[in-house]
């Protein structure tokens, strides 16, 4: 018998018992086969026994409960496998593991995840310099129109019409330099935090999951 046909014929034996009852019940075993583990499923169902014995002991608690409410944690405690022995050794086994994991695997792990990060930090400096050559670049646009404006005003007595010209130009220059200008800055705010963002983002994954299963195992 397998832990799945174990739980559905148990679960099938407690239809007359309430629900409330019932799905505590399935929980506690649920939770027991989880902190077994896959490999000791057959000892678990062999100490459980059978499913019908696991639901007579659950009736017979809840007709105990019934009938005397202050001996229902003393008929819990001596009804319910122990518990905390096979949690503290999977426990252990779980941090040999992990220590096993991170000797066996730092030698690759730590040079990779060193490339990564510098492969990621050249990236946003690469981004980063692309931005400011632009900004850079708008501006001298702009420096160059006014320049241009500047010589124009100043050639208006000896040749009006080349200063009209040079003017003209320059004014066009510097409203394209000032419209680069903006732009430039405006996608920099834009791209570069949510770059920065996403970088972060990813960084924190590995030990968000890390968390995530720490807190899991500790339930």
Sequence with gaps: MSRIEFMKE???????????????????YEDYFDEAGVLKEQEVIKELGSPQAVALIIKQNLE???QSPESERAQSLMTKPPLTKRTDNNKIMKIILV?????????????????????LIGLVATMFGVFLALVIVAISVVATGIALGIVGMLSLIPDTAAAAVLIGVGLIITGIGLLVTYGSIKLCLIVFPSMVRFLVNLIKKPFQRKSSGVMSSEK
Aim: hydrophobic share 60%; glycine share 6%; no cysteine.
């Design 10 to 28: 148990l679960a099938t034996l407690l239809d007359d018992i309430p629900l409330e009852e019932k799905q505590d019940a399935i929980v506690y």
């Design 64 to 66: 105990t409960k019934e």
């Design 99 to 119: 220590v096993l994991i991170i000797i066996v695997g730092a030698p690759i792990i730590i040079p990779i995840a060193v490339g990564i990060i510098g492969l």
